[in-house]
Nanobody, 125 residues
Framework: QVQLVESGGGLVQTGNSLRLSCAAS????????MGWFRQAPGLERELVAA????????NSADSVKGRFTVSRDNVKNTVYLQMNGLKPEDTAVYYC??????????????????WGQGTQVTVSS
């Protein structure tokens, strides 16, 4: 079992930044690929960014490339999502998730076993 707790969401204006954190506990954090997903009302959950077990590999959605950066600290058992240049269309509930998949990149929500409770990000225009 892995427990995931997100933090760092909030209300910001267009162009501002937020950093989301996801603290993991339970089994060995470095055994899992970590992903950030988001879900806006009426839309499907989508991958925002993922980071490999070592942290050297990352994969991001085209909509956030150049603005969002995913990283992890395997000592602190934490994964981060730095979000710069936020836009109203980034408004969603953001979830972190852990995957034990053997393939990379791992982009589908079905490949992720453990999920946090989500944190709301709202970007006003």
């Amino acid at each position: 079992q892995v427990q995931l707790v997100e933090s760092g969401g909030g209300l910001v204006q267009t162009g501002n930044s937020l950093r989301l954190s996801c603290a993991a506990s339970g089994r060995t954090f470095s055994e899992y690929i970590m992903g950030w997903f988001r879900q806006a009302p009426g839309l499907e959950r989508e991958l925002v960014a993922a980071v490999s077990r070592s942290g050297y590999g990352t994969n991001s959605a085209d909509s956030v490339k150049g603005r969002f950066t995913v990283s992890r600290d395997n000592v602190k058992n934490t994964v981060y999502l730095q979000m710069n240049g936020l836009k109203p269309e980034d408004t969603a509930v953001y979830y972190c998730a852990a995957s034990s998949s053997g393939s990379w990149p791992t982009t589908h929500p079905f490949s992720y076993t453990y999920w946090g409770q989500g944190t709301q990000v709202t970007v006003s225009s």
